[in-house]
């Protein structure tokens, strides 16, 4: 048996209206919010692209930033990100319009049911014919608690213990049907095998729920679960459920230890290490030549205003209001925030290890939310990938969209053919469901 | 100024995969409850006709019949309606392939948050251009509890009070932008304009809610809502909020006493009457002969299997086990069921003026759960329905499908022209959103 060659995985990710904090500002962007056909250009642009998947970022609120601050109409009216299409919903709709492409959206453990979620995302595998995944988070941030009853975020830990047995509820409510127990027997008037169907009565700590699943089975087995969680009990929970995990990584050597990791982590879990795609997040800006990119980079740049991306550090304080400090001076001693701790402990390391000031900080998450940033030439762009694919510092990326569309047209025209050409990614789609086509077993 | 002559209001009604307990099993139907091209065909069908809309049943769980009868392998297997796609979900996908259809889902208010309804509501109509509908219902049977953590129905009064509270939430949080309030000016950096925020800040017996929403102003000024409460509590929350009202009535005069008390109930929440679209279920067949049609219902009604039907009454008895009496005797004394209330009497109700045995009270709410039955030709069904339309019986119908597609083909061939002749149903939609459509009007 020959071994194929690595292949990249790809996933084009989304957060209204870009991930950069001024992306929406550049001249071509599109608003990418709430216009359907916006998405519908985004996802046909990626199926072009033999992209693996599409996948939205959620918040299931308005940032509080944005609400609360009415003193400083600057800060509030710059904050982006205001209103957006449910991403769940927005998936059985993109499923219409494309044939390959998979589709994932980000649904919260920490305020959802489970039996909604795991019908939900079944219900969009049904219409895609097997091509939806879902991003399981915990809630980074307390402005979800808000809308949902509490007045104060879930405790990290808790969040944690709840993900976990909630991923536990949806992943057997999904075992619910066997592929082949409903029936539709028009002459014996049987509708279902009987046993073929299996009732949950599932009763832990935070879920009482009986099942079955009113969806019958999914194509590809279940839909394919992502996760984000960069904190110990969130990689844990990667490395125990997720099929890819989404990840904050900069350089190769803590990249390549971070992917083993994981993958020795699933190893202690009883799964293969081949079973979970680490996929590191990429900021990108790609042009023809190496000095546009840069003239694109430096309009962004331009356009951020300190008083405006000050708050995209806020969450991260664990309480700490920086603007109490000198701009330009070092971050202070922070006690540790109930937000995402994985994300907090990036930032303190990245003040430390790179010397930078709050202001740097601040810019430097509202441009890529700690993610590695990338400009310049097709050719670069594909090197670097191709060297983190081979390196072992990835199984793929999630390309991190700073506005809509240019950066993943310049991707999809000109990266896409010289990783072909390099042959480190498909030229055709390998299956029909989005496990097949990232080459991952169907779960047991 | 002159009256326009009434005009009927249509909506094709369905329940996965079919109204009539037996109807999946006509030779010509199709599965339609996990098939996605099942109800693209329905949905285009439907447009076709120039229908109002697609309108769908709902509950989120399977039966406990199906679930807990093992023992009796022909009551379990012989119950349809165990699989289906979410409707809500299926919704997004449907508005991708009509243009004028409204899409009405149905969702509880027992088992769901205010912000995630209001937020996939909103998300469907942004997607559909304002042709969105939910259908706001209190979930009428236990099944639903044990799969969100209860071990007992919520109570019927608690479970009204509960829905008119999140009625109020999520009618709130649609109000969280003005239509102009997301400016999107690249110039000024300018995201959103704060005068055109509205923070609910909701704070009551059930919810506690601070939005904003984080979807954009609708379309139509917000989903058309519809209610189908046939209790007194329902009845009430329908005058006061409801756009339509699914209603069971069977007979014109009852039907013409119905529609005028909710025209006054909602004339004393201050409404105008006409704001409140009365709309009673209506099973058919329809086909070119009477014979046609007749032998298409015998074989329905041959394919009822007594012991399978039996259950359909079950959740309406208050407890008491039909079984034990004899079928073709008469329906015993029952307590006040803590389900559908208004279902029940309509039950009591019929069993006593009809003098029906608990074997015919089955059968016929198999068939139609109470509804009115037309069986016959394409002039009678629509001599009919001018009739109940200018006897002020009803403004439209609900077409409870038996089963698909054969019956809503046959309405859309040949009852839709004899309408249009009649100058009682449109040639042409006369707007864009499903409001517009309606011809009601836009909320303050």
Same mark, same amino acid.
């Given at each position: 048996?020959?071994?194929?060659?690595?292949?990249?995985?790809?996933?084009?990710?989304?957060?209204?209206?870009?991930?950069?904090?001024?992306?929406?500002?550049?001249?071509?962007?599109?608003?990418?919010?709430?216009?359907?056909?916006?998405?519908?250009?985004?996802?046909?642009?990626?199926?072009?692209?033999?992209?693996?998947?599409?996948?939205?970022?959620?918040?299931?609120?308005?940032?509080?930033?944005?609400? @609360?601050?009415?003193?400083?109409?600057?800060?509030?009216?710059?904050?982006?990100?205001?209103?957006?299409?449910?991403?769940?919903?927005?998936?059985?709709?993109?499923?219409?319009?494309?044939?390959?492409?998979?589709?994932?959206?980000?649904?919260?453990?920490?305020?959802?049911?489970?039996?909604?979620?795991?019908?939900?995302?079944?219900?969009?595998?049904?219409?895609?014919?097997?091509?939806?995944?879902?991003?399981?988070?915990?809630?980074?941030?307390?402005?979800?608690?808000?809308?949902?009853?509490?007045?104060? /975020?879930?405790?990290?830990?808790?969040?944690?213990?709840?993900?976990?047995?909630?991923?536990?509820?949806?992943?057997?409510?999904?075992?619910?049907?066997?592929?082949?127990?409903?029936?539709?027997?028009?002459?014996?008037?049987?509708?279902?095998?009987?046993?073929?169907?299996?009732?949950?009565?599932?009763?832990?700590?935070?879920?009482?729920?009986?099942?079955?699943? @009113? +969806?019958?089975?999914?194509?590809?087995?279940?839909?394919?679960?992502?996760?984000?969680?960069?904190?110990?009990?969130?990689?844990?929970?990667?490395?125990?459920?997720?099929?890819?995990?989404?990840?904050?990584?900069?350089?190769?050597?803590?990249?390549?230890? /971070?992917?083993?990791?994981?993958?020795?982590?699933?190893?202690?879990?009883?799964?293969?290490?081949?079973?979970?795609?680490?996929?590191?997040?990429?900021?990108?800006?790609?042009?023809?030549?190496?000095?546009?990119?840069?003239?694109? /980079?430096?309009?962004?740049?331009?356009?951020?205003?300190?008083?405006?991306?000050?708050?995209?550090?806020?969450?991260?304080?664990?309480?700490?209001? *920086?603007?109490?400090?000198?701009?330009?001076?070092?971050?202070?001693?922070?006690?540790?925030?109930?937000?995402?701790?994985?994300?907090?402990?990036?930032? +303190?390391?990245?003040?430390?290890?790179?010397?930078?000031?709050?202001?740097?900080?601040?810019?430097?998450?509202?441009?890529?939310?700690?993610?590695?940033?990338?400009?310049?030439?097709?050719?670069?762009?594909?090197?670097?990938?191709?060297?983190?694919?081979?390196?072992?510092?990835?199984?793929?990326?999630?390309?991190?969209?700073?506005?809509?569309?240019?950066?993943?047209? @310049?991707?999809?025209?000109? +990266?896409?053919?010289?990783?072909?050409?390099?042959?480190?990614?498909?030229?055709?789609?390998?299956?029909?469901?989005?496990?097949?086509?990232?080459? *991952?077993?169907?779960?047991?």
């Amino acid at each position: 048996m020959t071994t194929a060659p690595r292949q990249l995985r790809l996933a084009a990710f989304f957060t209204p209206p870009g991930s950069h904090y001024a992306g929406w500002r550049m001249p071509d962007a599109r608003s990418a919010d709430m216009e359907i056909d916006d998405y519908v250009a985004m996802a046909q642009l990626a199926e072009r692209g033999k992209l693996d998947m599409l996948f939205f970022q959620d918040s299931a609120a308005v940032a509080s930033a944005a609400v @609360n601050r009415t003193d400083d109409p600057e800060v509030q009216t710059g904050a982006a990100r205001v209103v957006r299409i449910e991403p769940l919903t927005l998936l059985a709709s993109l499923a219409m319009v494309t044939k390959h492409l998979g589709l994932v959206a980000t649904a919260t453990t920490t305020y959802n049911e489970p039996y909604h979620i795991a019908r939900r995302f079944a219900s969009v595998d049904a219409i895609s014919r097997g091509r939806a995944g879902w991003n399981l988070v915990t809630s980074q941030f307390e402005d979800e608690a808000f809308n949902f009853g509490a007045d104060h /975020h879930m405790e990290h830990g808790l969040r944690y213990e709840r993900a976990a047995e909630f991923f536990e509820v949806v992943a057997g409510l999904w075992r619910s049907w066997d592929p082949d127990a409903i029936l539709r027997d028009k002459d014996s008037g049987r509708y279902f095998d009987p046993a073929g169907m299996h009732v949950l009565r599932h009763e832990g700590r935070f879920f009482k729920v009986r099942g079955p699943l @009113n +969806v019958a089975a999914s194509p590809q087995g279940r839909p394919i679960v992502a996760q984000a969680g960069t904190s110990g009990p969130g990689r844990d929970l990667a490395a125990r459920i997720a099929d890819l995990t989404f990840t904050a990584q900069t350089e190769i050597p803590a990249a390549r230890a /971070h992917r083993e990791e994981m993958r020795e982590r699933a190893r202690g879990h009883g799964r293969s290490p081949d079973a979970i795609k680490v996929m590191p997040g990429l900021n990108f800006i790609v042009a023809e030549t190496e000095s546009e990119a840069r003239a694109q /980079h430096e309009h962004l740049m331009s356009m951020m205003v300190d008083r405006i991306v000050l708050p995209t550090l806020a969450r991260l304080t664990g309480g700490v209001d *920086l603007t109490q400090y000198p701009l330009d001076g070092p971050l202070p001693p922070l006690p540790q925030s109930n937000s995402a701790h994985g994300r907090q402990d990036m930032l +303190v390391a990245m003040a430390r290890e790179k010397n930078l000031s709050i202001r740097q900080l601040a810019r430097h998450f509202a441009t890529a939310n700690g993610h590695q940033v990338f400009v310049g030439t097709p050719k670069a762009m594909a090197e670097m990938m191709e060297t983190w694919l081979m390196e072992r510092a990835a199984d793929g990326f999630m390309l991190l969209q700073p506005w809509f569309p240019t950066p993943l047209e @310049n991707f999809v025209k000109l +990266v896409v053919p010289e990783l072909q050409k390099r042959g480190v990614f498909r030229r055709e789609y390998e299956g029909t469901t989005l496990r097949e086509n990232l080459g *991952l077993p169907m779960p047991e």
